[in-house]
T-cell receptor, first 111, second 114 residues
Framework: EDKVVQSPLSLVVHEGDTVTLNCSYE??????LLWYKQEKKAPTFLFML????IEKKSGRLSSILDKKELFSILNITATQTGDSAVYLC???????????FGGGTRLMVKP | DAGVIQSPRHEVTEMGQEVTLRCKPI?????LFWYRQTMMRGLELLIY????????DSGMPEDRFSAKMPNASFSTLKIQPSEPRDSAVYFC????????????FGPGTRLLVL
């Protein structure tokens, strides 16, 4: 059974801090890893990673995948209060079209 | 382009009543997914469809849950009879085969069963 574990469970930082969120996985026939941000409503897509060592970047957010060690990190630099959300990691495999989600990391950014 | 549309956005019902949740996927998307999210269990996949055909319903909790997709633009998730432990946020998501793994989520239906 595919498994995704995120850490830490929750995190409180102050504006301007840099945070690193972790996602480790065990999946048969790995295909891709996705990061989502969930505020009060639905998860919204951030990144999809398929290759090791290639950083994806969007503004202050960046993510990288390590397929050898089976993990990914999501970095947020110069955090803002609007970054407060639950960040979800999900993996997809080649066997089907489902995503397995981790439990999420709840980030709170204080002014 | 409209995103995934779900209705109702909120539903409060009494135990034993039938509940029907509705979803309209993004036009042109050929996959549709139903998820349930709770604090205790996180985001769980219930069932997904490809080209209106149910492919995997192993996540459906029990026979009280059923889902249909009569056409490419509409799906329902029904709970009959509902129980308090069904209280959760139910999300519908869709994706397109030609555009990778990314699933686009609807706003969710917050269900409270009293």
């Amino acid at each position: 059974e595919d498994k995704v574990v995120q850490s830490p469970l929750s995190l409180v930082v102050h504006e301007g801090d840099t945070v690193t969120l972790n996602c480790s996985y065990e999946v048969t026939n790995f295909r891709s890893l996705l990061w989502y941000k969930q505020e009060k409503k639905a998860p919204t897509f951030l990144f999809m990673l398929t290759s090791s060592g290639i950083e994806k970047k969007s503004g202050r957010l960046s993510s990288i995948l390590d397929k050898k060690e089976l993990f990914s990190i999501l970095n947020i630099t110069a955090t803002q209060t609007g970054d407060s959300a639950v960040y979800l990691c999900a993996v997809g495999n080649n066997a089907g079209n489902m995503l397995t989600f981790g439990g999420g990391t709840r980030l709170m950014v204080k002014p | 382009d409209a995103g995934v549309i779900q209705s109702p956005r909120h539903e409060v019902t009494e135990m034993g009543q039938e509940v029907t949740l509705r979803c309209k996927p993004i036009s042109g998307h050929d996959y549709l997914f139903w998820y349930r999210q709770t604090m205790m269990r996180g985001l769980e996949l219930l069932i997904y469809f490809n080209n209106n055909v149910p492919i995997d319903d192993s996540g459906m909790p029990e026979d009280r849950f059923s889902a249909k997709m009569p056409n490419a633009s509409f799906s329902t998730l029904k709970i009959q009879p509902s129980e308090p432990r069904d209280s959760a946020v139910y999300f519908c998501a869709s994706r397109s085969t030609g555009r990778g793994e990314t699933q686009y989520f609807g706003p969710g239906t917050r269900l409270l069963v009293l």
